[in-house]
């Protein structure tokens, strides 16, 4: 774990990311991605959520919180670090309304003590993951990034807190910052890079499945086109690959701030994604219909237009990819699950 050299690294100069959040879920493959281009990674985790297994072999493994200034500092300098790519965070909606003190500590102060400290060490580039939970219950066909942000719960509050944040950080400093709003992320690279977690659709169903329960729907009396929300989903090693993009626009662009959306531009309903899981799976369990939950917009899709135009980058994987691999990591560590 020592310090990096100012070698070349294919023709460009050596930079070494610090990825908080890097032994999560996103965040590992966030660190596969950078090292996979060609760039230094450290990961910097608490591991209240993150697993340490999941940080590659070379790649040194910081324990430590975001609040924790001092190990922040002597991170950044004991590695050299010349950029950082901030995914941690507390990320649970209906948790962030119970506790919201706890959610605007760990992500807005977190946030605030790592700038500090990321201002202090001189690092030029700084990439933020943000969240389409920014925009609230938008009522429109496609989420620009000027859609009014109006956020539904505290940790939707504490994302845009954060890209304010951030925005404000970049101009009184000359930091050179990306705040990217991630839509709604499944799939995995390799089935040992699998969300452990049971808070997004897929996972939720697969659950469901597994325990030979129908999977459930909350709400079917929508406007959309067969009653159930719409969703934009992104294959998690499409947004691995755009902090690549973000990271590598920032070198090349020192003092440079930009905000993307960072979705396939295309909606998929709560009922037509449950008939394509239940298809890849074996399955053939219909889905039961419960009442709406509060706070869920009918549709949010977003334009990745700007993605485009600013990073270069555009999603490869379609749903059929995410719920594919999604489901090899869900049996390798449920093994009860059977092919129906």
Request: charged fraction near 20%; hydrophobic fraction near 40%.
């Amino acid at each position: 774990m020592g310090t990096t050299t100012g070698q070349l690294t294919r023709g460009r100069p050596h930079m070494t990311w610090l990825i908080t959040g890097g032994a999560g879920y996103i965040g590992a493959h966030v660190v596969r991605a950078m090292t996979a281009a060609g760039e230094q990674a450290v990961v910097y985790d608490d591991l209240s959520t993150g697993i340490a297994e999941r940080v590659p072999d070379g790649v040194p493994l910081v324990v430590g919180s975001t609040l924790d200034a001092e190990r922040l500092a002597r991170t950044l300098a004991d590695h050299a670090v010349t950029g950082v790519v901030h995914l941690a965070a507390k990320k649970q909606v209906g948790e962030s309304v119970e506790q919201p003190l706890r959610y605007y500590r760990e992500n807005v102060e977190g946030l605030r003590i790592l700038l500090d400290a990321v201002t202090a060490a001189g690092v030029p580039s700084f990439v933020f993951s943000s969240s389409a939970a920014v925009y609230g219950m938008p009522d429109v066909d496609l989420v620009t990034e000027e859609t009014p942000c109006v956020p539904m719960s505290p940790y939707g509050e504490t994302k845009l807190t954060g890209e304010w944040l951030v925005r404000a950080t970049g101009r009184a400093t000359g930091l050179s910052t990306a705040s990217l709003r991630y839509f709604n992320v499944a799939g995995a690279a390799s089935p040992e890079l699998a969300d452990v977690g049971v808070f997004n659709l897929v996972p939720m169903v697969f659950e469901k499945l597994t325990e030979n329960a129908p999977p459930r729907i909350f709400g079917a009396d929508y406007p959309t086109p067969d009653g159930t929300c719409v969703r934009d989903y992104i294959h998690v090693v499409d947004l691995a690959e755009a902090h690549v993009a973000a990271a590598r626009a920032l070198r090349s662009s020192p003092g440079r701030d930009v905000t993307v959306n960072i979705g396939r531009g295309e909606g998929v309903s709560v009922r037509e994604m449950i008939d394509r899981i239940n298809a890849v799976t074996g399955y053939d369990r219909p889905p039961t219909v419960t009442p709406r939950r509060p706070g869920d917009p009918a549709r949010v899709v977003a334009s990745a237009d700007r993605a485009a135009a600013e990073l270069g980058w555009k999603a490869r994987h379609d749903v059929q990819d995410m719920i594919t691999s999604a489901w090899e990591g869900w049996v390798r560590l449920h093994p009860e699950a059977r092919r129906g």
